[in-house]
């Protein structure tokens, strides 16, 4: 069964960068979609970052401008770059991917089939 398998994250103040990767184990599609969602408390996961196969990306408003997702060539492996980071970036980040379908724009959570394990990552002021 595919999994996802991430990594990076941690603490940063204000200002500072982390980078958050994720592989996908056991994956196989000519279509597919894969990114990051982030958990606001007491509510639904909220994209932040998605990229189809072909390389079409996708941003939350938030994420705009200071976060850059990218993915290996060839390989189920994604990277998000997160740039001038904000106190209201702390959150519980996961990892999602989807084998049926390319994006295209934002999509909710019930679009996606696999979910990584979650990293925390937290900005201090």
């Known amino acids: 069964e595919t999994q996802l398998v991430q990594s990076g994250g941690g603490s940063v103040q204000a200002g500072g960068s982390l980078t958050l990767s994720c592989t996908a184990t056991?994956?196989?599609?000519?279509?597919?979609?894969m990114g990051w969602f982030r958990r606001v408390p007491g509510k639904e996961r909220e994209a932040v970052a998605l990229?189809?196969?072909?390389?079409?990306?996708s941003y939350a408003e938030s994420a705009q401008g200071r976060f850059i997702i990218s993915k290996e060539n060839g390989k189920p492996t994604v990277h998000l770059q997160m740039n001038s980071l904000k106190s209201d970036d702390t959150r519980m980040y996961y990892c999602?991917?989807?084998?049926?379908?390319?994006?295209?724009?934002?999509?909710?959570?019930?679009?996606?089939?696999?979910w990584g394990q979650g990293t925390q990552v937290t900005v201090s002021p």
């Open positions: 056991k994956f196989s599609a000519s279509k597919y979609c």
């Open positions: 999602t991917a989807t084998l049926w379908g390319r994006c295209g724009r934002l999509r909710s959570e019930a679009f996606f089939s696999f």
């Open positions: 990229i189809d196969d072909d390389g079409q990306r």
